[in-house]
């Protein structure tokens, strides 16, 4: 279960608590909510106290990040609290976008004079696109808001997909790889990368690929890596003890012979998140992808994002999650509009100018309880409200959106700060995805 994030009366953090403590302190007046999303008190009398070790562990992806918080007690490490943090990566690209194509056609478009824009942008070196930069930001964002609410002392995150270094050796001294092992996994991403998520053969996606000797070891062919591929199990099979040549595809063993430039397993991304990672002052530990497969695979953890982070680099062995365990959903929404006016298809004004964020104390984007008590909409919606001047908001939960809920129904449970919340699915709920273990050829 997600524990609870606890402040001392100077919002010092504490150590998290069990959910039944903290109802216990809030319901004898000893603690008050600070935040609901996520779930955080403050202790009115307390001054400090014992805090156990924290690591806050992130997995970053390019549409969701999965973030854990994992305790370091006694009994051995605990997942004491997740999340999963939704990019709006994509969305800012189709903004730009549009916005780019808007001011195209206005210059294009025969009007007074404008002179022509031509090459006359400046760039610095290093900068990361802007939906890039927002995925760097948002994660940042929360490892500084847990790290604000909760005692950490490590960081955590996964880096690369595969061990480089390592791989240049096996490239080049041919180290075995061993079903199983840690070298194994960082061989299968390296393979992942390399062969392009698909079978070498008949270029399948959807289907669990296998390790398959190039020139099969009943032939003399080595473990190395340069003799390895990806195959689909059909094709592994029908290859038999063939060679990739007599197999009909001479040119796999030339593809094989090239190792994989370094710039395919660095994302500029993640570097540029290590690099204000690195720079917040904690220390920070640092996993593959390879290892994080391997250290959930060892502990028959199904596939999440929130699950990954939690087994991320070495301090990702051995950690306990509880079967009941669901994270919290956290998706990254922006804040405002800077659209003064709704247009129609030829770029006129269609609505009215924007009034102000704030209506009858409410703002788009903040989580309200509405409690309906009369007519058709009668009911409870918890979910994100989005206002209108006329006191009839429109609130979305996971459901749906409702439209024209008096802002007299509502009560505001946790104030914009740019993010959609929800609870996750749970662990023993989570779809389970058998280990794919590396299979061989004879
Ligand atoms: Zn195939």
Redesign the pocket.
């Given at each position: 279960m997600q524990r609870v994030l606890v402040l001392d009366k100077n919002k010092k953090p504490l150590m998290p608590c069990h959910p039944a403590r903290a109802r216990q302190l809030l319901t004898q007046g000893k603690a008050a909510v600070f935040r609901e999303y996520p779930f955080t008190i403050i202790l009115k009398e307390r001054d400090g106290g014992d805090v156990q070790l924290v690591t806050v562990k992130v997995d970053p992806g390019s549409k969701t990040t999965g973030i854990a918080l994992v305790a370091d007690f006694k009994r051995g490490k605990r997942l004491i609290w997740a999340g999963e943090l939704t990019h709006r990566g994509q969305q800012i690209r189709d903004k730009l976008l549009s916005r780019r194509q808007i001011r195209n056609s206005r210059r294009s478009r025969k009007t007074r004079y404008r002179a022509p824009r031509f090459l006359n942008r400046r760039r610095s070196g290093g900068k990361l696109a802007p939906s890039l930069q927002s995925r760097v930001e948002n994660t940042l964002t929360w490892v500084g808001r847990l790290s604000r609410w909760s005692a950490v002392h490590l960081l955590s995150m996964e880096l690369v997909r595969f061990d480089t270094q390592l791989m240049e050796n096996a490239e080049i001294s041919g180290v075995e790889y061993q079903q199983g092992e840690l070298a194994g996994y960082e061989v299968r991403e390296y393979l992942l990368e390399k062969w392009g998520r698909k079978?070498a053969?008949?270029h399948?996606t959807d289907t669990q690929l296998e390790i398959e000797h190039i020139t099969p070891k009943s032939r003399g062919g080595s473990n190395r890596v340069s003799n390895l591929t990806l195959?689909?199990h059909?094709?592994n099979q029908r290859k038999g003890s063939q060679t990739a040549a007599e197999f009909g595809h001479p040119n796999i063993q030339k593809q094989a012979k090239r190792p994989l430039k370094d710039a395919a397993a660095v994302n500029a991304t993640r570097w540029a998140l290590w690099r204000r990672m690195d720079a917040l002052g904690l220390p920070l530990e640092v996993g593959t992808g390879g290892r994080t497969k391997f250290n959930r695979a060892k502990q028959h953890y199904p596939k999440a994002h929130w699950i990954d982070a939690a087994c991320v680099g070495e301090s990702g062995e051995q950690v306990t999650i509880s079967p009941n365990h669901a994270p919290l959903q956290m998706k990254a929404t922006g804040h405002q509009s800077r659209q003064m006016c709704r247009v129609d298809k030829y770029g006129f004004p269609r609505t009215s100018a924007k009034q102000g964020r704030v209506h009858f104390g409410f703002q788009t984007g903040d989580m309200v309880k509405a409690v309906v008590t009369k007519g058709t909409k009668c009911g409870i919606y918890i979910g994100r409200v989005s206002v209108r001047a006329s006191g009839f908001f429109n609130i979305t939960t996971h459901t749906g959106t409702t439209q024209g809920i008096n802002y007299r129904y509502c009560t505001p449970i946790h104030k914009s700060d740019g993010y959609l919340y929800e609870k996750g699915e749970a662990l023993s709920s989570a779809t389970t995805r058998v280990a794919v273990s590396p299979r061989q050829n004879s």
């Open positions: 079978c053969y008949c399948a195959a689909c059909a094709c």
